[in-house]
């Protein structure tokens, strides 16, 4: 039965970032769906799970690629946010991250210094916080 399913995915494009996507929010419109009774949520709910497989059991790799890198390009501003939020989340619990009054450009200080002078290495203005 293993090797059966093994031939029949040979050469199919599988699982990539759009078909993650597409299915957490199938997940979410029929969570969505058990709460508020409408059909149309369910409807495009399984829509979409058909549609995602469609994706996933198809062997045109040039289409699905292209499909996969616009969606990535469409997202990518959004996931960059995100990544700098994680990011200075985690740097948040040593560091202290302001911005130059003048020119924005973030900082990044150690916390428990006290109050120090920081000199902005992009536009070379001065101020003082509190570490």
Same mark, same amino acid.
């Given at each position: 039965m293993r090797e059966k399913l093994q031939r029949f $995915? $040979? +050469? %199919?494009? +599988?699982i990539d970032q759009l078909s993650k996507f597409l299915n957490a929010v199938v997940i979410v419109l029929l969570v969505l769906s058990l709460f508020i009774n409408n059909h149309a949520i369910? =409807? =495009?709910a399984m829509l979409l799970l058909v549609y995602c497989y469609f994706r996933m059991f198809s062997k045109n790799h040039r289409k699905r690629y292209?499909?996969?890198m616009r969606f990535m390009k469409a997202t990518a501003n959004i996931r960059n946010r995100y990544r700098t939020f994680q990011r200075d989340r985690q740097? %948040? %619990?040593t560091h202290h991250i302001y911005r130059c009054p003048s020119? %924005?450009?973030k900082i990044r200080v150690p916390r428990g210094k006290g109050r120090v002078a920081i000199r902005c290495p992009k536009c070379s203005a001065e101020f003082i916080k509190k570490s």
């Open positions: $995915m $040979m +050469g %199919r494009y +599988g369910s =409807l =495009l292209d499909e996969n740097i %948040r %619990r020119c %924005r450009q």
